[in-house]
């Protein structure tokens, strides 16, 4: 049935203005003043914010990790993803050395298929460049995996050499690629790790102390000087500090093309977590590591100014129980990451927002737009217009919540902002013209989400 969202306040990465969305089948079909309601289902929208559906660039869900499997996979992840506002994620697919990329694809595309709640699209992580790996990625860009990923530290498990990673940019020049890195000096973390474990150092902090920012800012200067070399596109993802954002500030001052995305716990969490009693600090391992609290206000003027461009979730899931305890009395073997792919878009609204720290437009902007422009799945995603997937957020800024496992819809045994008070909710979700949360309800479908294929690279 065709659908009218009513009286809301729509909010594009441009514009912020009063308009009623019609939506026919999957689409946006019009866009204006007091549009006809007779014989549509009508939404109202009255006193909300009616935004473009959120799209995470950086999701592992269902994927071996730290001797584990995240916890969240693509039905519990997606549906939790859609209750906070999120229409679309992209997920890191990995490989192995040996493996050939269509094997990889296909067995992710099994993870996916049949369970995810909204679309989704997927990074290929790069583990070797043999001449055939080279040779395949042209396939694997033909079907809509226009971005590679690949990893500069987690030594003898996914790091790559500098050699891997320069022939693959040079690669994704050649083919319409944007190339992603985690950029630490695994090489370093490797000798630190080793020396804190001999000295007896095994506490959830030694994680962070071992992985000091130095590491992630020369990683990030490495990445952006093959990068320049190879005369092609970088995006970092997950920068958590100050030395690394220095760098891709310098690049993009430069004109190269360097692209850098952040996330909800460096934004809005510090290292002092990780000193939690009981072991609790273990909640807050990841990769790189929470920093010193001065490190936020970087970050947000970073995304302020367009140095970094979006917000991942990084979604990451492990229980407490179990899983992140498998690192008891070694740090090293806590499994690296959390739980945050439902409340990224509202952490990002309410602690960016709400808190005068970005505008509205700059939070769609950072929220979907611009990760719609860097990974080719804009205007069909990542905005509001006339054609434009009915991807599409009802959000009340009015309501104040408090962040809780008890309230989350994630399949997990803790949240990493257990008591946090926000601002605003996604009220009602749609995806393709399909309610996915309706007043707050999950009424989506299981299976309902399609794969995207994506467009190459473009300069945004
Ligand atoms: O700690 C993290 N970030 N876990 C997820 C894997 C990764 O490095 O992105
Ligand atoms: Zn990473
Ligand atoms: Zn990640």
Redesign the pocket.
């Given at each position: 049935m065709t659908k009218l969202i009513r009286g809301g306040t729509v909010v594009t990465a441009s514009d912020t203005y009063q308009a009623d969305i019609l939506i026919e089948g999957e689409r946006v079909i019009a866009i204006g003043e007091s549009i006809d309601a007779q014989g549509v289902e009508v939404i109202d929208a009255t006193g909300c914010y009616v935004f473009p559906g959120g799209i995470d660039p950086?999701t592992?869900l269902d994927?071996p990790?730290g001797g584990t499997v995240t916890a969240d996979d693509f039905e519990t992840g997606t549906r939790a993803a859609a209750f906070g506002g999120t229409t679309t994620i992209i997920d890191?697919c990995l490989t192995s050395k040996g493996q050939s990329l269509q094997e990889a694809l296909t067995l992710w595309h099994a993870k996916a298929e049949g369970k995810a709640c909204i679309d989704y699209g997927f990074h290929l992580m790069i583990a070797e460049t043999t001449d055939q790996i080279l040779e395949q990625l042209q396939d694997v860009v033909e079907q809509g995996v226009t971005s590679l990923k690949v990893?500069m530290?987690?030594k003898n498990v996914?790091q790559a050499d500098d050699e891997t990673l320069f022939k693959t940019l040079i690669r994704a020049k050649e083919l319409g690629a944007l190339v992603q890195v985690?950029a630490e000096n695994g090489d370093v973390i490797d000798y630190l790790t080793k020396k804190a474990l001999a000295e007896g150092n095994v506490d959830p902090i030694y994680h962070a102390l071992t992985r000091p920012p130095t590491a992630e800012g020369e990683a990030t200067g490495r990445a952006i000087a093959l990068t320049a070399l190879a005369d092609a596109q970088l995006y970092v993802?997950?920068v958590s500090c100050a030395e690394a954002v220095q760098r891709i500030a310098e690049a993009r001052e430069k004109g190269w093309q360097i692209y850098g995305e952040t996330?909800p716990q460096y934004l809005a969490l510090d290292i002092t977590y990780l000193e939690k009693p009981d072991f609790e600090g273990a909640k807050y391992?990841?990769?790189?590591p929470l920093r010193e609290k001065w490190n936020q206000e970087v970050l947000w003027s970073a995304l302020k100014s367009g140095i970094l461009q979006t917000v991942g979730s990084?979604q990451?899931s492990f229980h407490f129980a179990e899983q992140k305890e498998l690192g008891r009395g070694d740090f090293t073997k806590i499994?690296?990451?959390?739980p945050l792919i439902e409340d990224r878009f509202t952490v990002l609204y309410s602690e960016g927002v709400h808190q005068g720290r970005i505008s509205l437009n700059q939070f769609v902007d950072i929220t979907s737009t611009k990760t719609a422009k860097l990974f080719g799945m804009f205007p069909k995603k990542g905005t509001i217009a006339i054609g434009s997937d009915a991807d599409i957020v009802i959000f009340d800024p009015r309501i104040e919540r408090t962040l809780s496992v008890e309230s989350h819809h994630m399949n997990v045994d803790y949240n990493p902002f257990e008591g946090m008070k926000v601002h605003g909710e996604p009220v009602t979700v749609l995806s393709r013209g399909e309610f996915v949360i309706r007043d707050k309800q999950f009424v989506g479908q299981k299976g309902a989400g399609q794969f995207i294929k994506r467009a190459k690279f473009k300069r945004p």
């Open positions: 950086h592992h994927m990790f890191f990893f530290a987690y996914f985690h993802v997950h996330c391992v990841w990769s790189p990084d990451c499994p690296n990451g959390g």
